[in-house]
């Protein structure tokens, strides 16, 4: 079993609190997402597990079992890092083998070779494997890296930001082929990245961390749908979920103790021409879609809208809410 558990970890570098009291639990086979801005504390957790660098206080364990006195070699972790680093010396082709080369693994070169071409093909570096390393470019290096991680096939993944340098193409496929891979291999995965999509579309549970700290873990679901704090709620949603004041829009029912209202786009609704409450200042066209830019006031939202629907910039709208979120004066989400 490799699940692991974080119990109140913390880290500190001179001044920088980089963790704090961080409890996780990962089960067997889950792929677990760690979103948060720079800074938030997500490579230093990623470290601690691989063991690179040991906490202040508290616990990990992989597979029941407390890490404090195993080394890295003996965790049998992969780490795929944010500044992924090859061989430099080496083709493709030896990065991809040098982790299967170990004595300790016994595999024949036929095994080798076999594993290192069908991992090259998942993340479509097959075509170079004969390159060297430092020939190739930064999107293909950090396949690479993926790749060397996959070959070894050990009982948890730790991958930062791997897919960060590629073209929104690749990213978008390598997503759900990372996705397919960890489910096939049924191992068990923490990934972290500041990318909200990766984020929803790849894991089973995210967790949301800001300056050090685990905000709030669930579902994708519930973590778009049913956020803990303003905080959280701002970390999902494209457009930028709009905060406005409780009494600025109709519709809307806000608890005792509503400080400020969180509408997206599905908490909106548009009747154009009639009973106009707001004025559209300007459209984004993004093909598929339109970021509708409007003032109620002096407050500024910005919403999806439909590319057929026909509205000009200038023109009177009526916006009114529909089951919003409703926070208090420190951030919180009532219900
Ligand atoms: N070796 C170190 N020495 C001093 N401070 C460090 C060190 N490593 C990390 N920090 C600090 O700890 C905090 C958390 O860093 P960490 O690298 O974990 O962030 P991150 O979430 O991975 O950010 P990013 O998205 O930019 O990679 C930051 O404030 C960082 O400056
Ligand atoms: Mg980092």
């Given at each position: ?32 997402v760690?979103l ?159 990318d909200q999509v990766e984020a929803m579309t790849m894991a089973?549970?995210i ?13 994708p679901r519930?973590i778009y ?11 999902l949603g494209q ?97």
């Amino acid at each position: 079993m490799a699940d692991v558990v974080l119990k109140d970890l913390n880290m500190r570098f001179g001044d920088t609190q980089a963790l704090s009291k961080l409890d996780l639990s990962i089960r067997d086979g889950e792929f677990v997402v760690l979103l948060g801005p720079t800074g938030a504390g997500k490579t230093t957790t990623l470290r601690l597990i691989a063991g690179l660098e040991r906490p202040d206080s508290g616990r990990i364990e992989i597979g029941s079992r407390n890490v404090a006195g195993q080394s890295p070699a003996e965790r049998d972790v992969a780490f795929v890092f944010q500044q992924y680093s090859l061989y430099p010396h080496m083709t493709v082709y030896e990065n991809l083998a040098f982790p299967l080369r170990a004595p300790v693994r016994k595999l024949s070169n036929d095994e080798i070779d076999r594993r290192v071409r069908k991992i090259a093909q998942m993340v479509r570096i097959d075509h170079k494997l004969e390159n060297r390393s430092t020939r190739l470019s930064g999107g293909e290096m950090q396949r690479v890296a993926i790749g060397r991680a996959l070959v070894r096939e050990p009982s948890i993944y730790l991958m930062d930001e791997p897919l960060s340098s590629l073209d929104a193409k690749l990213r978008a496929e390598l997503r759900l082929e990372l996705k397919r891979i960890q489910k096939d291999l049924g191992s068990t995965m923490l990934y972290v990245t500041h990318d909200q999509v990766e984020a929803m579309t790849m894991a089973d549970r995210i967790g949301i961390v800001a300056e050090g700290r685990l905000l709030q873990v669930g579902t994708p679901r519930e973590i778009y749908g049913n956020p803990a704090s303003l905080h959280v709620a701002a970390r999902l949603g494209q457009p930028h979920i709009n905060l406005l004041p409780a009494d600025l829009l109709p519709g809307a029912s806000p608890p005792k103790g509503t400080k400020t209202i969180g509408a997206r786009t599905e908490h909106l609704d548009i009747i154009v021409g009639k009973d106009a409450n707001a004025e559209v200042d300007w459209i984004e066209h993004l093909g598929d879609q339109n970021h509708l830019h409007i003032r109620v006031r002096d407050h500024k939202l910005v919403t999806l809208a439909d590319p057929y629907l026909s509205i000009r910039p200038g023109d009177r709208i009526n916006l009114t809410l529909r089951d919003p979120l409703y926070f208090d004066a420190s951030g919180q989400r009532l219900a």
